[in-house]
């Protein structure tokens, strides 16, 4: 294989490592700080020790997500030169404030470990959560930033003789037309994922037997918080598609296996695409529905790949990870809403187990889609690493090492998920929240159940 190849495995596999962790490390803060919030406002131990718990675990990943977005920010330059070359003075603000907000993220994050019972006013501690917040989602926010640029490229001028960008304007990069869909999408999707991650431990404890108080507490307070999230992140995903009619009608095109420009174009789920002759089998059509999707209208004229030169067309298996991504997300709406129905009506049964199993299928779920939807938004770009001026086999290093470089990095990403998830086994394995409850002589009125 070629280096364009071995750089775009590399590539591929560095991120759909760190954006787990990255995920993680954007949602479970806002969990860890409505759990405090709970537990001071209602004077309630069990949010107060959700809290604690949850950043204990959250730590671990952090560590991870710094050490993966490291090899993030060193393979822009060693695998991808001739893009840095061109875009790099476009791009160096966004990438420069994701920097910025980390290192404030990680500030407060210490204040906040070290100052546990520390304050006479426990509303203090709580108060260093938000800065956490603030900075993993502007974390996110900022990097975002820089992918939106790769989609829609703004804020420069092409001086033509050189190719080079000249009259560069950072601030219009950062604000291009791709990042206000990209950014409510990415942000709502990692507090969903985080909520369900969470959510399906204490679904898996719960049918463990493991009936107390703190984890029914704990699942009732993710399944609100996921139903929330999960509308957001759908209307999140309707605006997507109508700025994807607009500015990237080929990733559209692709993604719906729509061949032939016209007015009243259906939306098409699942089915098998015949290459010669682009009919599609065994697909269920929505009437309109890529219309509606795309502007708002039946009568929307949505662009077809035969308009588009062939060169361009994304790869069409884009169609699969969409479907996919779309179906995971209303499960995630639809076992959310099942809880707080069966919650909300007196007879129903919220912890029966087949809808405890649900929840705890949609824990991992929920990263499936995160990956589905990386992997769509990317793949949906080919060829063009930026859209429209430099295609990937451009833009890839010419070294013959990084077959090499990928064997190192895949034994690295080996070693930190073991490690990883082995001492974030060690820190929880045999002290239940129940025993900690005890032990903090927190647990009053509730039924102790032994772990």
Known sequence: MDSV???????????????????????????????????????????????????????????????????????????????????????????????????????????????????????????????????????????????????????????????????????????????????????????????????SIAAYFILRGRNHEYFKKALKLTMIAGFALSLLTILAGDFSGKFLAKYQPAKLAAMEWHFETKKEAPLIVGGILDKDTHEVKYSFKIPYGLSILGLGSPEGKITGLQDIPKDQWPPLFIHYTFDMKVTIGFYLAAIATLFLLLWWWKRGNEWHPWLMRGILLAGPLSFVAIELGWITAEVGRQPWIIQGIMRVQHAATSSNQVGLIFVLFTILYCLLAVICTTVLYRLFKGKGPEKELIERKWESDVEVVNS
């Open 5 to 199: 190849i071995w750089s775009r495995l590399l590539t591929t596999e560095t991120l759909a490592f760190h954006i787990i962790f990255a995920t993680i490390g954007v949602g479970v803060p806002v969990f860890i700080s409505i759990a405090e919030g709970l537990g001071l406002l209602k004077k309630d131990p069990h949010y107060l020790l959700m809290a604690r718990r949850w950043t204990r675990g959250f730590v671990i990943t952090v560590a991870v997500g710094v050490v993966t977005g490291t090899c993030i920010g060193v393979m822009l330059s060693l695998l991808w030169p001739q893009f840095m070359q061109l875009a790099g003075n476009v791009i160096s603000l966004p990438l420069f404030m994701e920097t910025f907000a980390f290192f404030f993220e990680a500030i407060f994050l210490g204040i906040y470990l070290y100052t546990w019972d520390r304050f006479k006013k426990p509303i203090y501690h709580w108060l260093t959560s938000i800065p956490i917040i603030i900075g993993s989602t502007f974390s996110a926010v900022f990097i975002t930033m820089v992918n939106s640029f790769m989609n829609t490229p703004a804020g420069f001028t092409i001086d033509k003789p050189s190719g080079k960008f000249t009259s560069i304007d950072p601030i219009a990069a950062m604000f291009n037309p791709a990042t206000p869909t990209k950014v409510a999408h990415v942000v709502s999707s990692a507090y969903l994922a985080s909520g369900f991650l969470l959510a």
